[in-house]
């Protein structure tokens, strides 16, 4: 069988950094063989660098010579190029997060289907070996039905203080988009896509916006920071289950941390560090787990995925109609966050 043709759009920061590293290791199955970014130099520098032959400077021109394109440009592009590529008959795995609005990702799926391609998102996080396995767990009813989430996302003074991550205009948002936005995807993954009935969100940007802050990640302007640095949410569900869910670039906390647990009527299980806890044998009993070294890179799980999915060997992980879902609770948090009151799905 020939390989996939793969075609690279926006190649800064995430697509250097693991997309085209990944599909280079799949060189048996995919070539990655164009590049296109508005910063033509770069396209250039990044082809020579990887000895990827083709530079576009149009994307539509470079959709005549692949059958699929990674989309890895700020956030407000996702929509518009997505749309574009599949309507040119050119499968698309989109970076995260699907895009800025419920809309766009309706007309991104409704693109898809009527081309008949391929469109997933970049939430990788599914891919880390604990999800894997927390995936497995809950899938062989070790914690029985989920009742409660607790979400984390946390950063202790880290604002991305390069690129465009603190301008509202193309990225959306700010930690809740950017970074929470993984950790509600993969809640909703491992509890199966409960449907959400009722959301109240809360968003902050004081800190960044108070000028002189120490910050991790580099310096970024106060003034111009227009995003949330800090956001908390509470989310019901149709079953009756809740999640509670918080995620900030920039908190006064002791450290880092990201975690995920799900508390069920039989057991619960926590991600990251993977843990599984039940009442076995009359006793409270914990297992963990050693991750291995040396497993496959989430990067490359996902790309895999995505390849042998447009080849017709698999299906594809990050389902489009999922990725629309943890948009739409985003968007449903940001505007409870400015109405003051919960937002209520139909
Ligand atoms: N999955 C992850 O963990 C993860 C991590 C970082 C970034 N991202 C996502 O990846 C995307 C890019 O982020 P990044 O960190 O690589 O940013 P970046 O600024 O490093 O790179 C973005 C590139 O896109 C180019 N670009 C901008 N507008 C374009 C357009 N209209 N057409 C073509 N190219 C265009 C820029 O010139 C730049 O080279 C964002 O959507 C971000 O949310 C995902």
Not at 100 to 117: G, H, L, Q, Y
Not at 312 to 333: F, H, R, S, W, Y
């Amino acid at each position: 069988m020939s390989r996939l043709r793969m075609g690279m759009i926006g190649v800064g920061g995430i697509a250097q950094g693991r997309h085209i590293p990944s599909f280079l290791e799949l060189k048996d199955k995919v070539v990655l063989s164009a590049v296109q970014d508005v910063n033509e130099e770069r396209a250039k520098e990044v082809a020579e660098k990887y000895n990827i032959p083709q530079v576009f400077s149009e994307y539509e021109e470079m959709f005549k010579e692949v059958d699929a394109v990674t989309i890895c440009t700020p956030n407000k592009f996702h929509a518009e190029i997505s749309i574009a590529a599949l309507e040119a008959g050119v499968h698309v795995l989109c970076e995260k997060p699907m895009a800025i609005t419920t809309a766009e990702c309706e007309a991104m799926m409704e693109a898809a289907r009527r081309n008949n391609r391929l469109l997933s998102i970049a939430y990788h996080y599914r891919y880390t070996p604990e999800a894997q396995l927390a995936k497995k767990a809950v899938l062989n009813n070790e914690i029985g039905d989920p009742l409660v989430t607790r979400v984390q996302a946390m950063r202790r003074r880290k604002v991305p203080g390069w690129g465009v991550f603190t301008n509202k205009d193309l990225q959306g948002g700010g930690s809740l988009i950017d970074f929470g936005c993984h950790l509600l995807d993969l809640a909703l993954w491992l509890l199966d896509d409960p449907k959400p009935v009722e959301v109240m969100g809360k968003t902050y940007d004081r800190l960044s916006k108070t000028p002189g802050q120490v910050n991790d990640w580099g310096p970024f302007d106060h003034e111009t920071f227009n995003v949330d640095d800090h956001v908390t949410s509470y989310i019901t569900f149709e079953n009756g289950e809740s999640m509670q869910f918080e995620c900030s670039w920039a908190a006064n906390i002791k450290e880092d941390h990201t975690s995920l647990t799900i508390s069920g009527v039989d057991g619960g299980v926590s991600v990251y560090p993977f843990e599984l806890y039940q009442a076995k044998y009359g006793a409270l009993l914990d297992s963990t787990a050693k991750i291995r070294e040396g497993e496959p890179s989430p990067g490359l799980i996902q790309a895999g995925n995505f390849v042998d999915s447009c080849l017709g060997e698999d299906e594809l992980i990050v389902k489009p109609e999922q990725a629309l879902k943890v948009t739409k609770l985003m968007e449903a948090i940001y505007e409870s966050s400015q109405k003051g009151s919960s937002v209520k799905f139909n």
